[in-house]
Every structure is written in structure tokens, then in C-alpha cells.
């Protein structure tokens, strides 16, 4: 079954500091994975698309990783900022002939002053 | 959000009743797609459109319909055999259909029951 779990469900870190999202997927076949913010009550914006050949792909303070053999990913944000306060949701697609992109619970950032 | 707008913000739903749910984009989009968010859960697809007079079910169509008669337009309409139509309702437009394509996403209409 094609799934995306993201760990943890949610996360607190005061202002300044880094922290580190994970995201496991079983999607096959692989084609792209993204990692989207979504402020509260607003809709997702795009942060980073990676596809299989791509391990890093940087998009300011946030950086996101691939696996693609261990099927794991990892947003990682550096010196947070209380804009950073969003839940952050992977979003792995498969190119298996039809449209078929899951996406995952998200994990909610709370960034403290 | 870009170019993609939803309304109402919010909307309120009686039992038996249909609503329709809006979504307009002026990025000049092929491809439109609805999604349903639930607390705790990933969105889910209700239905996509690849192109003008088209469009396919997702994967939780059963209670919802839609319509794609302009291209920068997408209406939703949740039909009162929706049982359970309380979510944040998404509308997304990419450039062409595809999972390569990024979707844009539009602010939300959140449905309430009364």
C-alpha cells in the first residue's frame, strides 16, 4: 500500500534554533517527492521538489534530503524564525501511468520566542 | 496563494442541502484538482481536471461533483449524499496535468454542518 508517514506528529523549539522533520514513504514506483509549509487555516506552498537523482536540494533556511533507497526524507530548517510556525506536509508522487500523489499527516512546528 | 482564489471562506451546510464550493485561477493552468483535509490526515483527491470539459474521479469522489466549462474555473459542488462534509476544502491548478508539475494552491473554504 502506498503510504507516507512524517515523524513527529508535532514539534516545539524556541526561536534560533534548528530542527530536523522526517518523512518515510512505501510509494513505488518513485517519481518525485516535495515537501510543502501550510500556514493554519491557509493553503500548502511548495518548499522543495526532489526527484530520484537528487539527494539535497536547499531552499533558503530549509533544506530537504532524499534517500531514495531507504525511502526516507528530512526537512531540516536553521535558525528558526516564529514565521517558521506552519505545519510541514511531504507530498511523494509515483509515475505509475494514472495520477497518483500521496500526501502525509504533515508535522506541526510551534516556534516560541 | 497566488493566483488561485476560493470562496466563501467559510460555508454552512444543512442536511439534505447541496453547495457548491468556488475556485477561479488566473495563472492560465491546465489543470485544476480538488482536494478534502481532515484533522490528522493527508489531503485526499477528489477529483482532477486535465483540461477543459474533463475531468476524473479521485479517490474519495462518491457524494461530490464538479463541472470544468472554463478553463480558469473549478466549481465543487458537495451533494447532500456526503454524510460526513465537515473538512477544509483545497483547490490546486498546476500548468499541466502530471505528478512532474507542481501544484499552486488556492486559501480554502472550510464546510461546516449544521
Known amino acids: 500500500k502506498n503510504q507516507v508517514e512524517q515523524s513527529p506528529q508535532s514539534l516545539i523549539i524556541l526561536e534560533g534554533k534548528n530542527c530536523t522533520l522526517q518523512?518515510?514513504?512505501?510509494?513505488?514506483?518513485?517519481?518525485?517527492l516535495r515537501w510543502y509549509k501550510q500556514d493554519t487555516g491557509r493553503g500548502p506552498v511548495s518548499l522543495t521538489i526532489?526527484?530520484?537523482?537528487?539527494n539535497t536540494k536547499s531552499n533558503g533556511r530549509y533544506t530537504a534530503t532524499l534517500d531514495a533507497d531507504t525511502k526516507q526524507s528530512s526537512l531540516h530548517i536553521t535558525a528558526s524564525q516564529l514565521s517558521d510556525s506552519a505545519s510541514y506536509i511531504c507530498?511523494?508522487?509515483?509515475?505509475?501511468?494514472?495520477?497518483?500523489?500521496?500526501f502525509g499527516a504533515g508535522t506541526r512546528l510551534f516556534v516560541k520566542a | 496563494d497566488g493566483g488561485i482564489t476560493q470562496s466563501p471562506k467559510y460555508l454552512f451546510r444543512k442536511e439534505g442541502q447541496n453547495v457548491t464550493l468556488s475556485c477561479e485561477q488566473n495563472?492560465?493552468?491546465?489543470?485544476m484538482y480538488w482536494y478534502r483535509q481532515d484533522p490528522g490526515q493527508g489531503l485526499r483527491l477528489i477529483y482532477y481536471?486535465?483540461?477543459?470539459?474533463?475531468?476524473q474521479k479521485g479517490d474519495i469522489a462518491e457524494g461530490y461533483s464538479v463541472s470544468r466549462e472554463k478553463k480558469e474555473s473549478f466549481p465543487l459542488t458537495v451533494t447532500s449524499a456526503q454524510k460526513n462534509p465537515t473538512a477544509f476544502y483545497l483547490c490546486?491548478?498546476?500548468?499541466?496535468?502530471?505528478?512532474?508539475?507542481?501544484?499552486?494552491f488556492g486559501p480554502g473554504t472550510r464546510l461546516l454542518v449544521l
Open positions: 490546486a491548478s498546476s500548468p499541466l496535468a502530471g505528478v512532474e508539475e507542481t501544484q499552486y
Open positions: 518523512c518515510n514513504y512505501t510509494v513505488s514506483p518513485f517519481s518525485n
Open positions: 526532489m526527484t530520484f537523482s537528487e
Open positions: 507530498v511523494v508522487s509515483s509515475n505509475t501511468g494514472g495520477f497518483k500523489t500521496i
Open positions: 495563472l492560465n493552468h491546465d489543470a
Open positions: 481536471s486535465q483540461i477543459v470539459n474533463d475531468f
